[in-house]
């Protein structure tokens, strides 16, 4: 079955480090998007892809990085710089179509937490 | 800027009640409309969307209509059931070269037996 595969689930950093959260769908499509949700909020946009190679800042892209170096994968990198990074991170992908809004396919999320 | 109005929950109803989940929105052009579940400890699914003015999406007995007069996507049920509990995204998507979604604050659905 086709889909979106985040990993790991559960994700624990200590203050100063980096973690990446990985990101790979096998629905051929060309965008990727992450997301971070705070309890009792909406989703807010970090990054996000339309094309291999390319990428551009959301919302709140500070403290995080991606890259996008084949189609089907787009990991992220919470660094230090992040001051709160406590969240459930949700990485989504959609086709791309000119001029049609198609829907975004949602992973199930990594959940990260600071030791 | 863009933005989406979701009723504050958390909202508890019992079973067979009538649901409705009230959202409005702002945009500066003809946004896509969406409305996405998230059932606990997972991501989130597409539960329905609209695509233009009077356009009624539907899906698993929900239903909303993209209401371009009053800027609302109500998402409505006649008769929900316990397996409904979950929380409920509102969301906008408008076309400017990439597809950017704008996610209301998502309202908590319990359903009682």
């Known amino acids: 079955d086709g889909g979106i595969t985040q990993s790991p689930k559960y994700l624990f950093r200590k203050e100063g480090q980096n973690v990446t959260l990985s990101c790979e769908q096998n629905l051929n499509h060309d965008a990727m998007y992450w997301y971070r949700q705070d309890p009792g909020q909406g989703l807010r946009l970090i990054y996000y892809s339309q094309i291999v190679n390319d990428f551009q800042k959301g919302d709140i892209a500070e403290g995080y990085s991606v890259s996008r170096e084949k189609k089907e994968s787009f990991p992220l990198t919470v660094t230090s710089a992040q001051k709160n990074p406590t969240a459930f991170y949700l990485c989504a992908s959609s086709m791309r179509r000119q001029g049609f809004n198609q829907p975004q396919h949602f992973g199930d999320g990594t959940r990260l937490s600071i030791l | 800027g863009d933005s989406v109005t979701q009723m504050e929950g958390p909202v508890t109803l019992s079973e067979e009640a009538f649901l409705t989940i009230n959202c409005t929105y702002t945009?500066?052009?003809?946004?896509?409309l969406f409305w996405y579940v998230q059932y606990p400890g997972e991501g989130l699914q597409l539960l329905l969307k609209a695509t233009k003015a009077d356009d009624k999406g539907s899906n698993k007995g929900f239903e909303a209509t993209y209401r371009k007069e009053t800027t609302s996507f109500h998402l409505e049920k006649g008769s929900v059931q316990v397996s409904d509990s979950a929380v409920y995204f509102c969301?906008?998507?408008?076309?400017?070269?990439?597809?950017?979604?704008?996610f209301g604050q998502g309202t908590r659905l319990t359903i009682n037996p």
């Open positions: 969301a906008l998507s408008l076309i400017q070269g990439a597809q950017k979604l704008v």
């Open positions: 945009a500066t052009g003809y946004p896509s």
